[in-house]
């Protein structure tokens, strides 16, 4: 087991952003501050999972979260996951498995065995915690085996696995005609997550605070969603490669006012840059769509390099974990439990109404038509990364879906003045393959190989459609 | 189905071979087959609906080409196969499909099967991941969003005395099943696995009449055998999910060994627990799903507080098998990038260690081209428990 063996340290991202630049720092803070309440035993900490609209109980509650997934992404970043993956692999796990996972149980083994960190643990590691709290969503399996797996290693550790389900998109039902019975198990499943918090915790929920966080993250929902809207302005004033920084407010610090202060910051630096014209890319050439996958951590220098062949990435659908909330049809409430359990259907079903009105379309599709309009996109790229069928499943049917809309030859579109002109509306796409932690998988130059023939690709569309 | 008793198991072979074939004569008639996947679907409201249930099955023989046209090679390889065989219209005789809340693999392709197939019908069953009270009536209420789902479709109301109905012969043919199964308890067994293996696929490409009148058919002749056909071995558990075809079970026996019980999706998970019976039929079906189907998707909470209480609560079944069919080794059998069985095998492992049961562990990626190396793993294991 190569468990001292650690890849060389990957040359750090060039950022547009002033605030992409200032996550690195705020990242390793809030890793080293676990491991310092760990050893102060005034907090309890909790292993948990992004995007569960539980962030405002547990932080209601002074409970400090362990965002397991996102130590896997350190690890990732710093090219230092193989070994925790290779421990993973001789208990028994398959590679095939969610190596963030992997990642995670390879650690946690390796902690428990040693009584101590791991050798050289990045940034110090990730601390055993007082209890796990596992999401059985209606998407990914591993958020509800990995813990359990864990568990083998430390039994004392208690688990509370809140069910999270949302009505799937089916075209001949309304999904309001069922989700009453999914609002009212949601708020039974968020009540059984504070009924274990206190317990574990031994304080009873402050639902006045519990009201005010969630009026926070609410805010800092739309705010979230008005700043990522200014990136369709022409140029580009901040791209994907960016928002693999900024998605850490949106998904390890909801519920805090930093996070919110972060996007009045970051909003006010991309209103300058637009009025200054400033673009991620000096001379924006082609406006790409990263539609689908999570990054490879350890190869987000792939950005720059789109970036040198004069391509921006205004906009993507990962960690864009949001939607605002004026446009949510969901019912009012003063029971801020009930609030949570409305958003997250009504998050889930966003793209419901507009998915049926349009054929061939489903949820996820019409997300990206919709933004390939809104930020006027050239091509779409997209990652595979092998060991997540949560986020990667799909991603070729709807790239086929898109090929149905967007065809490589001339349509008559109704133009802004009413009469009918011929329009182009081809738009390629370019798919990568690796995986979100395992670098075994991946290729520098192959990748870049297939970034090259795109980018000619995309010049050819460009020099066709000019003739 | 017209099987004789003295040809049944002749019967079984035919129709193994060419599965889907009496489904085919019945769409000719006029029924409609709506096809499943997964143990999870309830098919006592299928039944009740006036419909058939068939489940949906993939060919390791057969090599995947379309089905990668519009999924990841990284789905659950036993679910791209069938995928695979619906688009090459092996299943056009189908009229609808319901896939539940199986597993990621199921979730995420549910709109590329949905889009590429051309039934009239489809269906998504959610599933909840954990037991709590509060599961098992949302479950109840997601059950009855089905059941008026099949309504529509089906053209006729699901009335409680249906679905009691429905669950009664269900219920029948899993006491066949049952009856099946202690066939192999004798030493050596009166059943092959090759045997049962067959005879339970083709019962899920049956109408649930027709596939009781069947096991009966079988249980007869079987019960008819002075000897048994089998020489003594070692007797082998089999213990994973879906496994749709006998090439793994020959090959075990082939090499000797017995198959004698598993916790297979297309075997005991899936044909021996049995519904509840009076009162809610909805809320019943609920407690067989959710509650009784054991499969690693549902988490079931570490009660014990420790990890052998867990392990127990988790794989009991496994060492009740164990017993009762006096097992001398186990071979847990998992495809490659299955997540929710996965992730359990450290803890399987463990667990197998403590009721000590010998334990040979496969990855596979359900492909005929796999026999090979399996052979001679199984071969190994099979020397080594003597």
Redesign the interface.
């Known amino acids: 087991m190569a468990e001292e063996q650690r890849e060389a340290k990957p040359k750090k991202r060039m950022t547009a952003t002033r605030a992409a630049a200032s996550i690195g720092p705020l990242v390793k803070e809030f890793i080293t501050g676990t491991i310092q309440a760990r050893a102060e035993g005034k907090q309890k900490l909790a292993y948990t999972f992004i995007v569960c609209h539980h962030e405002e109980i547990l932080r209601a509650m002074d409970v400090l979260p362990v965002w397991t997934e996102n130590f896997a992404g350190i690890c990732g970043a710093k090219r230092d996951a193989e070994r925790f993956l290779q421990r993973a692999e001789s208990l028994g796990l398959s590679r095939s498995l969610c190596t963030y996972a992997l990642c995670g149980i390879g650690f946690d083994q390796w902690r428990e065995e040693l009584g101590e960190m791991p050798p050289n643990a990045p940034w110090g590691g990730q601390v055993r915690p007082d209890f796990m709290i596992s999401t059985g969503q209606i998407l990914c399996d591993p958020r509800s085996k990995w813990y359990q797996a864990s568990q083998q290693f430390m039994p004392d550790v208690p688990i509370y696995n809140m069910d999270l389900p949302y009505p799937m998109f089916q075209r001949d039902r309304d999904h309001r005609d069922v989700w009453n019975y999914y609002h009212t198990y949601l708020v039974k499943q968020l009540r059984g997550l504070v009924a274990f918090v206190e317990e574990q915790t031994q304080k009873k929920m402050n639902y006045d605070r519990l009201r005010e966080l969630v009026d926070l993250s609410d805010r800092t929902w739309n705010l979230m969603d008005e700043t990522y809207k200014l990136r369709a302005a022409v140029p580009c004033p901040m791209g994907t490669g960016d928002a693999m920084n900024t998605m850490v407010p949106i998904c390890f610090m909801m519920a805090t006012q930093k996070a919110h202060d972060f996007f009045v910051d970051l909003k006010k630096e991309l209103e300058d840059k637009i009025a200054k014209k400033e673009g991620e890319v000096e001379n924006e050439k082609y406006r790409l769509m990263w539609g689908g996958g999570l990054p490879a951590w350890y190869a987000l220098n792939d950005f720059n390099y789109f970036n040198s062949k004069g391509a921006s990435f205004p906009v993507e659908t990962t960690y864009r974990m949001v939607a605002p909330l004026d446009q949510m049809d969901i019912p009012e409430t003063k029971d801020p439990i009930e609030h949570l359990a409305w958003r997250w259907l009504g998050y889930w079903t966003f793209w419901y109404d507009k998915a049926k009105k349009r054929p061939g379309s489903e949820p996820d599709v019409e997300r990206l038509i919709n933004w390939i309009e809104e930020y006027k996109i050239d091509g779409v790229v997209m990652h595979e990364a092998f060991s997540c069928r949560t986020w990667h499943v799909g991603l070729i049917w709807q790239l086929h879906q898109l090929s149905k809309i967007y065809k490589p030859i001339p349509l008559l579109m109704v133009g802004k003045d009413g009469k009918k002109e011929k329009v182009f509306r081809e738009l390629p796409s370019l798919i990568l393959e690796s995986d979100i932690i395992d670098i075994t998988s991946y290729s520098e130059v192959d990748t870049r190989n297939k970034i090259d023939a795109f980018i000619d690709t995309l010049d050819s569309i460009r020099v066709n459609r000019a003739a | 189905m017209n099987g004789t008793e003295s040809g049944v198991l002749n019967t079984v072979e035919r129709y193994y071979k060419n599965y889907g074939l009496r489904a085919k004569e019945l769409k000719a008639e006029g029924k409609k087959i709506i096809g499943y996947m997964c143990s999870f679907v309830p098919l006592e409201m299928i039944t009740a609906a006036g419909c058939i249930p068939f489940r949906v099955r993939g060919n390791i023989h057969e090599p995947i080409t379309t089905g990668d046209?519009?999924?990841?090679t990284?789905?659950c390889p036993y679910y791209r196969s069938c995928f695979d065989l619906s688009t090459k219209q092996k299943y056009d005789f189908l009229s609808g499909l319901v896939i539940p809340?199986g597993?990621?693999?199921m979730?995420?392709?549910?709109?590329?099967w949905?889009?590429?197939l051309p039934f009239s019908y489809?269906?998504?069953v959610?599933i909840?991941?954990?037991c709590?009270d509060?599961?098992f009536?949302?479950f109840r209420?997601?059950l009855d969003?089905f059941r008026k789902?099949l309504e529509t479709f089906a053209g006729k109301a699901i009335t409680e005395k249906d679905l009691a109905q429905a669950i009664r012969v269900h219920n029948e043919n899993r006491d066949k099943a049952r009856a099946l199964y202690d066939l192999r308890k004798a030493d050596p067994p009166l059943i092959s696995g090759t045997e049962l293996t067959r005879v339970l696929t083709v019962g899920s490409s049956l109408p649930i009449t027709e596939a009781n009148a069947l096991f009966d058919h079988v249980l007869a002749e079987i019960g008819r055998r002075e000897k048994s056909p089998l020489k003594k071995g070692a007797r082998i558990l089999i213990d994973g999910a879906c496994l749709d075809n006998i090439e793994l079970i020959k090959l075990v026996e082939e090499l000797g060994g017995n198959v004698v019980a598993d916790t297979l999706c297309n075997g005991a998970r899936d044909s021996l627990p049995r519904t509840d019976v009076g009162g809610d039929p909805l809320k019943a079906l609920a407690g067989r799903y959710l509650g009784k189907i054991n499969c690693?998707?549902t988490?079931r909470?570490?009660k014990a507080?420790?990890?052998e209480g867990?392990m127990t609560s988790r794989f009991g079944d496994i060492g009740a098998y164990a017993k009762e069919f006096k097992v001398d080794g186990a071979i847990l059998y998992?495809y490659?990038?299955c997540?929710?069985f996965?992730?359990?095998?450290?803890?399987r492992?463990?667990y197998y260690k403590s009721i000590q049961v010998p334990l040979l562990?496969l990855?596979d990626v359900y492909s005929a081209g796999t026999m090979g190396q399996l052979k001679t793993r199984v071969q190994a294991f099979l020397e080594m428990i003597g």
Not at chain 2, 69 to 72: N, S
Not at chain 2, 107 to 112: D, E, L, Q
């Open positions: 046209t519009l999924l990841e990284i789905v809340h597993c990621d693999s979730v995420r392709s549910y709109s590329a949905s889009y590429a489809f269906h998504f959610n909840p991941t954990v709590d509060s599961s009536e949302f209420a997601e969003t789902s690693p998707k988490y909470k570490n507080g420790t990890f867990d998992v490659k990038y997540d929710p996965g992730f359990e095998v450290p803890a492992k463990a562990h990855e």
